[in-house]
């Protein structure tokens, strides 16, 4: 079965930094000829947002909110998403997502709509 599972989020002071990381298992991504991993966030009572995307080719996307803080990368070899976060603020709390999604290109309007297998999500919470 595929699963994906987040790590890494928490609580932390504005300004702060974290590194979310997801592990995907029953699926090897560099098998595939084209795919693209994201990084979505919810907050309670607001509807899920992409903040972030990669795909095959190294090529990314990031959500104008949060361009020049936050950095997607992935490691072909572990298998593995990382979302690096730096000057955390409060308006980023959120529950934290990844998602894959197979025989697609994303771009920066790419929404969580046809990714195939999501994670269980990680908390992050910002405060003042």
């Known amino acids: 079965q595929v699963q994906l599972m987040e790590s890494g989020g928490g609580s932390v002071q504005a300004g702060g930094s974290l590194r979310l990381s997801c592990t995907v298992s029953?699926?090897?991504?560099?098998?595939?000829?084209?795919?693209?991993m994201g990084w979505f966030r919810q907050a309670p009572g607001k509807e899920r947002e992409g903040v972030a995307n990669i795909n095959w080719d190294d090529s990314t996307n990031y959500a104008a909110s949060v361009k020049g803080r936050f950095t997607i990368s992935k490691d072909d070899a572990k298998n593995t998403l990382y979302l690096q976060i730096h000057g955390l603020k409060p308006e980023d709390s959120a529950m934290y997502y990844c998602?894959?999604?197979?025989?697609?290109?994303?771009?920066?309007?790419?929404?969580?709509?046809?990714?195939?297998?999501w994670g269980q999500g990680t908390q992050v919470t910002v405060s003042s």
């Open positions: 998602a894959a999604k197979l025989y697609a290109r994303c771009s920066a309007s790419s929404g969580p709509a046809n990714f195939e297998y």
């Open positions: 029953g699926l090897t991504l560099t098998t595939y000829r084209s795919y693209c």
